[in-house]
T-cell receptor
Framework: DAEITQSPRHKITETGRQVTLACHQTWNHNNMFWYRQDLGHGLRLIHY???????NKGEVSDGYSVSRSNTEDLPLTLESAASSQTSVYFC????????????FGNGTRLTVT | GENVEQHPSTLSVQEGDSAVIKCTYSDSASNYFPWYKQELGKGPQLIIDIRSNVGEKKDQRIAVTLNKTAKHFSLHITETQPEDSAVYFC????????FGAGTTVTVRA
């Protein structure tokens, strides 16, 4: 069965370090999204991609970057981790431009100390 | 752009009772209305969706109704069970915006 997997599930890092969260999907979806989820803020969009070599900023993109070199993967990089980036991160993918269900991974819990 | 507002933010119901969550949208051109459910420790999952050419859609104990005139759509859960306890979201259909805080539903035994 097709799936979307995130790794690691949990990560603890120190302030100032570069961190990369992995997202891999086997749906062959063109669209991929990264969200962060914090209490009281729901799911906020960080970056998204509509295909290989395409990346776009979401609402809360400062301090994050993504790259899309193939269809399956959209890694999320925190260039210099800050305590404010302690959160749960979700990756998702969808097949069409609009009106297509989002398929989510089970999240990465990141703690920045 | 599209704006979607969801109410209530929290909902507590007795097991067996019904739960209703409402979302109001602003763009009259919107034509796809999904509902997602997020259980503890997991990512959100699509549970039901409706397109604008349909007024109601049912799937076992859950249903979605659409009122295009009033620009709102609602999620109905009947005969609630403990496994219905979760956070429910009605995101914008292009997903290029936050999902918002959703509605936290608690089913009391």
């Amino acid at each position: 069965d097709a799936e979307i997997t995130q790794s690691p599930r949990h990560k603890i890092t120190e302030t100032g370090r570069q961190v990369t969260l992995a997202c891999h999907q086997t749906w062959n979806h063109n669209n991929m999204f990264w969200y962060r989820q914090d209490l009281g803020h729901g799911l906020r969009l960080i970056h998204y991609s509509y295909g290989v070599q395409d990346t776009n900023k979401g609402e809360v993109s400062d301090g994050y970057s993504v790259s899309r070199s193939n269809t399956e993967d959209l890694p999320l990089t925190l260039e210099s981790a800050a305590s404010s980036q302690t959160s749960v991160y979700f990756c998702a993918s969808s097949g069409g431009q609009d009106y297509s269900p989002l398929h989510f991974g089970n999240g990465t819990r990141l703690t920045v100390t | 752009g599209e704006n979607v507002e969801q109410h209530p933010s929290t909902l507590s119901v007795q097991e067996g009772d019904s739960a209703v969550i409402k979302c109001t949208y602003s763009d009259s051109a919107s034509n796809y209305f999904p509902w997602y459910k997020q259980e503890l420790g997991k990512g959100p999952q699509l549970i039901i969706d409706i397109r604008s050419n349909v007024g109601e859609k049912k799937d076992q104990r859950i249903a979605v109704t659409l009122n295009k005139t009033a620009k709102h759509f609602s999620l109905h859960i009947t005969e609630t069970q403990p496994e219905d306890s979760a956070v429910y979201f009605c995101p914008r259909n292009d997903y290029k915006l936050s999902f918002g805080a959703g509605t936290t539903v608690t089913v009391r035994a």
